[in-house]
Every structure is written in C-alpha cells, then in structure tokens.
C-alpha cells in the first residue's frame, strides 16, 4: 500500500520540478499548467475552495493523461493522478451532466462493461456490423462523417473480431509443458473485458505462451472486469464491488500467480489493496490478491523459461504502457523477452518513456492533444525504421494502430501485441525444428 | 493596459502561447522556494516564445508600456529568483530547448536556453563529450536557468562552474538590442578581446539580458567512475580526511558530506544501505580511465586509513552505483526525518571556508536545536558548500515562523565564519536582504550597471537588492 493518501501526499510536494520532464502534455504545450506541479497547485487550490469550480478548471483536469510518469519521477511520491482524481470528483459534485451523457454512461459502467456475457453479446454485434456489408455502407453513405475524426480513425483501426463460433470461452485448464521446460508453477488468467471480446487472439496466445513457458494455467469463468474505467470516471461503488468479485474468485484458486495482459488492467488490480484502506474486513484479502499480481512478461522473465523463438528478421520497436512501466513497475521485462527473439532486430524507440496519448479514453475526449502526442511519437517510431511497434495494452495498441494510419504506414508498418509477437516466434521456431 | 498588452502579444505570438486565465497565472506564482510557497506572486501574463524574434518581441512591447519581464526556465529555483514579484509578464523559455549544433570537432555545442542539463549531456555521449556543472537538479533544471544563476553541483570541486564553460551568448538586451558575447563568429576555446559581457550576465539572474542562444565548451567524457565511502565518529575528523586525501595530490571528482541526521533520513528510506550513523559520513567520487581510477580508489583509502576505521570502496560500475545511492536520495529521504513535514529551502547552500566547516556544522546544529527544528546537512564539502535541510510542518504557523529565523540566523552564521549566503541557488529574492553586507560598495557598482543596461528596470525587477 503506499505510505501517504493522495491527500497527504498533496502536501508533500515541495515543487522542485523533478515531474517536469516526464510528462507528455507538458512536453506538448510547455504550459505549466499542463505539467504535474501545476495540476498540484490548482486540485490544491479547488479542493481548499480557493479556486471556484468553474469550466476553466474542469478543463485543466481533464487535460492530465493520468499516466503516472510524474509519480515514478517525483523524489517524494506525490500521487499526482489520485490528487486530480480527488479535484475531478468535486468538479463532478457540482456539476451535473446532461441526462443523455448519465444514462449513456450508467448503460456502458453498470450494465455493459461488468456483464461478460452481455459485452461478448456487442462483439457479436460488432462482428455483424465489421462482416454484414454495413460496414462499407456506412462508409460509402459517410455517416462516419458525422462522428469526430479521433472516433473515425478508432474505427478504422478496430480490430477484426473473431466470428461467434470462434469465440468459444478459454480453457479452464492448461497443463505446462514439460518436455523442453521445468514446471514453473501454477498461474491464472486475467482475460479482461474489453480485451476478451477485441482481443481473443492474444488472450488464447497468453495461455500458450504461459502454458510453453512452463506455466500450468487456469482461467476461472466468473471473473469479471478488473473496474478501471469505471473508477477513473468516479464510480467508486461498482469498482468496490468488481474487486471484491475478482478477489473471490481468484482466492478459490491455489495459484501462484494472477497475470495480466494488459497494463491497464494490471495496473487496476495492483491496486486494489489501495481501494480498501478502509474496509479493515477486506483489505487484507485485497493485499493477499495485489501481491499474486504479475505481468505476463514479467512471470515468464523471472519464473519461467520461453521456449526458442525464432522472428521473422523483422525490425520491431517497443512502446512501453505507462501503466505497465509506472504503476506495476515492469520496466525491462518485455524488451528482455524481445532480446531472447532469434532473428528479430529491436531499436530501442525515443522518448518511450511518454505515453502515448491513448490514457483509456483520453484520446477520444481531448482529441487535439492525444493527436499532438501522438503525432510526435510516430516522428520516433519513424527515426527507428521499425517494420514493427509492440506494445502491451489494448488501448496502446489501437492509439499506434491510429497513429500508423494517421501517417500513412499502414503498408509499411503493423502494430503487434508483445504476446502475439513472442506466441508466434515460438511457433515459427517449433515448425524451423520439425522440419528442419 | 494588460488586456491591450497581450491583445498586441497575441499579434506577433501564436495565440495559444499567450496566457492570461486566472489557473495559468497562479501555476507561474512559484518557484521551488520556500518565500512563493508561502506567497505566491502571480504575473498578468505568460508567454512562451519559441524564437529570439519573439523575445525581443516581449522586451520591446515591455518597454512600450513599462511592464516588468521575467525570463524563466523549469522554476526549479530555491530564491523565487524568476517569480514575478511585481506582476507583469513572466517569459517562460523552456520550450526554446533546441541543440543547435554539435561541435564535436571544436569541443563546444551551441543550444537554446530551454534545454535540460542532463538531457543535452544524454545527447552529447555519443559523442565521447559532456557538459560538467551538474547541479542536484540536473534533471530538471535548464542550462538557461544554470546560467542565469552561475549554477555549479556535485562535481564542481574539480571542473568548477558553469561560467568556466561559456564561450559565447547570444541575448536579448533590456532595451531589445540582441547582441552575441565572445565574438560574433568565434569558435574559439578562448578569448581576451574586448570587455568580459558574458560573464557579467552569468549569475545576473535574469536582471541584464535573456539568454535566447548558448556556446559551451564541452570535455571528453570520464569512461571510469570509481567511490570511496567512508565514516567518522568526529566532524573534524572528517574534514583531516578531507586534507588527507588533498595531500595525496588527487583531485577527486566529488567530496560530498552528510551529517548523522541525513545518514539516519537515507537509512530509513533504504535500510539495505546500512549506512554507519555517526557524525560524519563521506563519500569521494573520482573519475577517468579504468586504470586511473583503480589507483586513485586506493590512493585515497590509504589516505584515509589513519583517519577513519570504516571505508567502502569500489569501481565496479554498479557497485559504485549502490554506493552512491545514499548521495542520490538525501535530498528527498531527508523530507522522511518528521512525519507529515516537507522539506523547506532556507539557508540551504551556504559555503563558509574550508578551515571552518567543523565550526558550521556544529553551530547550525546548535541553532537547529535551540528552535527544536529537524535539520538534516550534507553538502559538497571539499568547498565548503552545505547544503541544510530544515523538515517543518508548513500548514503549522508557529512552525513557519520559528524556521524563517532560524534560516535568518544561518544566513549570518555563514557571513561572520567568512563565508557567503549562497554559493549555488542565487540570491533572488530570498537573499536579498544581505547583499548590502556581503557586497558593501560592490553593491552600487552593481546598481549602477543594472540601471545603465536596463533604464526603465523591465527586466526581472525588485530582485538581488537592485533598484525598484
């Protein structure tokens, strides 16, 4: 748990400016108040009622990508991202949101994004609509036109979903192999929601890939979403009661680990010990939970053996998630699996350490700077020459998808998950050795 | 008259790097500086020019309509040397953050003002080369900022300061002239020709010129670090070590000292460190080629033998690394000696002479003691430059009022053992009181020249005890 609330911690900020270099929004536009020093100063300010809440600073707020890079860069941990979630939920207090944007937002938080079954009902649809032929009806009558152009170019990025029939759920239980690897132990998946819906592939990929690495492998039914979006946007309650359904579902199981594909995810679980500081009765339960958390690069690097892997003597690049490499603290992991590659050339990408605009759903509300952000970024990946940009999380994933379109490489450059990548190499090695 | 200020501002600067809303103001009322933390200063607008063209731009329109300047970098000060005290305009240059060029060949690189230090030294590795004046800040502060305040660190007790690395200034002069120091053309290493102007406007503060371009000279970069660290039961002790080693005739790279109070802050923010809490704790840094430092290594703990029982020494790059670590944190473990205090900066950077630091160090020990506040110290020690580290409890009145004077008297502690208020941070506002008894005459002198260069006082008013 950390050692000082987000309240405390709001004091402890001496402004030194040790957070100035870290923060890509700041980076953009060099205002202060773009920077975490800044946001300190006006959640501070609005938090004490010496600022009003007006829609001056509601924009501030919501200017900040939440990416913690300031908290990893800051001598004394102030928690620059809890502080101006504290300032976000007084502005929400005060300000009530239009009845259409409530009910939009209860129907996505409460009744869509906790129900597996019913987000597995919208893969479906958006199947129908990716397969039907509606698709290119709706882009030949431009009805896309109407949508702002960061949600135009989400859509064209989407992945393709796989069909119903191939959607089928995970296998519960995958024996380690043991013929090249010792056994390493004994994990469970976190499959998401989002990503088991758009990203089965990488999910079926993550069971293997543990699975080949030495891992026996679970992955129990009734979990459910790990509650990030929904306590980003100040629904507290729902998050409550996710954590502790995830809790008692993974506690059942006699494993040594729980991992994550997903940055963002992890990052939200790790937390959850944090979620009950004051809920004595759960809050040890929610430690033992946080301390079984583990990336999936970061397992198979410190606990497990990849099998050879063999690339395709691609060149790849590496975009860090800030949740990944902030919040659950997995810094070198993914590029030392990618070192392990055989015929692959990595280039370390600049400036990785900024995120890269995407910030859950940033990009779609603050479209001018996640543009801006991102738009530098593609300048880096362009001086590494890479064939390849790898990330670790979904939203990551669909931001440089955005990104390559946006800049016109779509037939030069792909956008992989580093699970994918590695799954696919230990394959390719696999099929080298049968018929070679 | 703002509104008309920034309605012409808007017309020659990009509009949205004219600022003006009430949240933008108040996040340019600060600096690292305890005085803004307390009162903050808010100016009536910001710019953010990204060209010498825009600033003079700024300074011309200043004078216009008489409105005070404030040149700025990452406000990473201690002294609210950069705060608009007097509202006006704050010129906020940290995104003019380019490198020019690389002179690999004449050893020197030109840059922007903007640019962070340990950015541009990140960039000048692959060149063999580095930039040496290396403040605590390193990661944050600008070279800009670094000149403004004649900034030196860790390792200035062998490379010195930044003013022995610059050739040449391009700036922007009160009055809007731009002209270029150390020759319009120069490439050259070193130069006698004509009136030193750069080194006047180095440790200016922002009160002479802004600083829009930068010609530094740059040295081939140490392959090898090696550390000695070490412990003694006595301060002066420690300091018979330190003229130990001068003897051995090595100059090391760092000398570094933490008292028992900062030793006990890094132990309790890293207790593998194990750290001997005694009075004092010193840590040698030397560099060059591998074999150099291998034998200075040993040099000085030969030196230091007779002096001290406990000595830690290596070369080993990541050995080196751990042993340095409780050099790196001190600065933000001290914040951990009181709970719920933050560190304050007050008397933080006085350097008093090399004879006399065992006398300093006792008496501010003392003077904390006598205002019941946690102080912890640790400086660069081989000159004399202490860094002490008052933890408070900011929100506590009775508190803040003890520190400021208890920071009053360490100010004068420094002056009557021969020393100075500030031998890094800069005077700003914060040191302003005693210029007129470290400086006597040479004050005038400086008053006169500030008012020859800068008539209608635009630039940074109201700071290092100049005219207002």
């Given at each position: 748990m950390k050692p000082l609330t987000p309240e405390q911690s709001m004091y402890t900020c001496v402004r030194c400016g040790a957070c100035r270099d870290a923060c890509p929004t700041l980076d953009i536009t060099g205002r202060e108040a773009d920077g975490p020093r800044g946001r300190v100063l006006m959640a501070r300010s609005l938090l004490e009622d010496r600022i009003p809440v007006n829609a001056e600073i509601e924009e501030q707020m919501s200017r900040c990508l939440l990416c913690s890079a300031c908290v990893d860069a800051c001598p004394v941990n102030v928690q620059v991202p809890e502080i101006v979630m504290l300032a976000k939920e007084k502005i929400a207090e005060h300000k009530k949101s239009p009845f259409l944007v409530r009910t939009l937002k209860r129907f996505f938080?409460?009744?869509?994004?906790?129900?597996p079954r019913r987000l597995q009902f919208l893969g479906h649809l958006l199947w129908l609509y990716q397969q039907s032929g509606l698709r290119w009806l709706v882009h030949k009558l431009g009805i896309l036109k109407l949508f702002p152009d960061s949600a135009q170019q989400m859509e064209a990025v989407l992945p393709d979903l796989l069909p119903p029939s191939e959607r089928?759920?995970?296998?519960?239980f995958t024996p380690g192999c043991s013929e090249q690897n010792k056994r390493a132990g004994k994990v469970a998946l976190f499959r998401g929601c989002i990503m088991d819906v758009m990203f089965r592939e990488t999910n079926r990929h993550s069971i293997e890939l543990l699975a080949r690495s030495g891992f026996d492998v679970v992955v129990p039914d009734d979990q459910v979403c790990c509650g990030a979006l929904m306590y980003h946007n100040g629904q507290k309650d729902t998050t409550l009661e996710l954590a502790k359904k995830n809790i008692e579902v993974f506690e059942k199981l006699d494993v040594d680990y729980i991992i994550s594909n997903a940055g963002g995810c992890g990052a939200m679980l790790k937390e959850y010990e944090e979620l009950f500081r004051h809920e004595p009765e759960w809050l040890e339960r929610a430690r033992a939970f946080c301390h079984k958390i583990r990336d999936i690069s970061e397992v198979i690097v410190e606990q497990g053996t990849l099998p050879k892997a063999v690339g395709n003597g691609e060149t790849v690049t590496y975009q860090p998630s800030c949740h990944l490499q902030y919040?659950?603290?997995?810094?070198r992991a993914p590029e030392q699996l990618l070192s392990r590659v055989a015929n692959l050339h990595y280039r370390p990408l600049p400036e990785s350490n900024l995120c890269c605009g995407s910030a859950g759903i940033y990009n779609l509300l603050q479209p001018k700077m996640a543009g801006d952000i991102l738009h530098k970024k593609m300048g880096y990946v362009k001086e590494t020459s890479a064939h390849v940009i790898i990330t670790a999380n979904p939203g990551c994933l669909l931001q440089m998808k955005a990104g390559v379109h946006s800049e016109g490489l779509q037939n030069s450059v792909k956008v992989v998950h580093i699970v994918d990548l590695l799954a696919e190499s230990v394959e390719r090695a696999e099929k080298q050795a049968s018929t070679g | 008259m703002i509104e008309k200020i920034i309605s012409e501002l808007q017309r020659v600067i990009d509009k949205e790097r004219v600022l003006w809303r009430k949240t933008d103001m108040m996040t340019y009322a600060y600096d690292a500086s305890f005085a803004t933390q307390l009162e903050p200063k808010e100016p009536e607008a910001v710019v953010i020019p990204l060209s010498t063209d825009e600033v003079q731009a700024c300074v011309q329109l200043a004078n216009k309509y008489q409105v005070p300047l404030y040149p700025r970098g990452a406000a990473t000060g201690q002294t609210g040397g950069a705060v608009p005290i007097k509202g006006g305009i704050v010129l906020d240059m940290s995104k003019m953050d380019r490198i020019i060029e690389v002179d690999d060949e004449n050893f020197q690189v030109i840059v922007e003002p903007g640019i962070i230090q340990a950015n541009l030294n990140a960039a000048l590795k692959k060149y063999g080369l580095f930039f040496p004046p290396d403040p605590g800040s390193s990661k944050m502060c600008t070279v800009g900022g670094m000149i403004s305040n004649n900034s030196s660190g860790l390792r200035a007790v062998k490379y010195g300061v930044t003013r022995q690395y610059v050739l040449g200034l391009e700036i922007v002069l009160p009055t809007g002239e731009v002209i270029v120091t150390g020759g319009e053309k120069s490439r050259a290493l070193k130069s006698v020709s004509g009136y030193d102007l750069a080194h006047l406007m180095i440790g200016s503060e922002g009160t002479l010129g802004i600083v829009t371009r930068i010609r530094l000279k740059l040295l081939p970069l140490p392959p090898a670090r090696g550390i000695v660290l070490c412990s003694f039961p006595k301060i002066e002790q420690a300091i018979e070590g330190v003229r130990a080693v001068y003897h051995s005739g090595i100059i090391p790279s760092a000398i570094e000292i933490m008292d028992i109070y900062a030793t006990r802050a890094a132990n309790k923010m890293r207790p593998d460190l194990n750290l001997p809490e005694t009075e004092a704790l010193l840590l040698f840094e030397v560099d060059g080629n591998k074999d150099i430092v291998a034998l200075q290594v040993k040099t000085i703990s030969e030196a230091l033998k007779s002096h001290t029982d406990y000595v830690k020494f290596s070369d080993d790059p990541e050995q080196c690394e751990n042993l340095w670590q409780s050099r790196k944190i001190v600065g933000a473990a001290v914040g951990n000696l009181k709970p719920g205090g933050i560190r304050v900066y007050g008397g933080e950077d006085i350097c008093v002479p090399f004879s006399r630091l065992p006398e300093a160090i006792r008496r501010i020990h003392e003077i904390t003691n006598s205002y019941n506040i946690v102080c912890g110290i640790y400086g660069h020690v081989g000159d004399g430059n202490l860094h002490t580290a008052p933890i408070i409890d900011i929100n506590n009145q009775q508190e803040v009022e003890k520190a400021k004077q208890m920071i009053e008297e360490i100010h004068h502690l420094a002056i009557e053992l021969?020393?100075?208020?500030?031998?890094?941070?800069?005077?700003?506002?914060?040191?302003a009181p005693y210029m007129e008894i470290e400086h006597g005459q040479a004050l005038d002198v400086m008053r006169r020249l500030k008012k020859t260069l800068d008539p209608n006082n635009i630039l940074n008013p109201g700071k290092m005890a100049l005219p207002t």
């Open positions: 938080f409460n009744h869509l994004l906790p129900h089928k759920p995970l296998p519960s919040v659950m603290q997995v810094k | 021969g020393g100075t208020t500030t031998a890094e941070h800069g005077v700003g506002i914060v040191r």
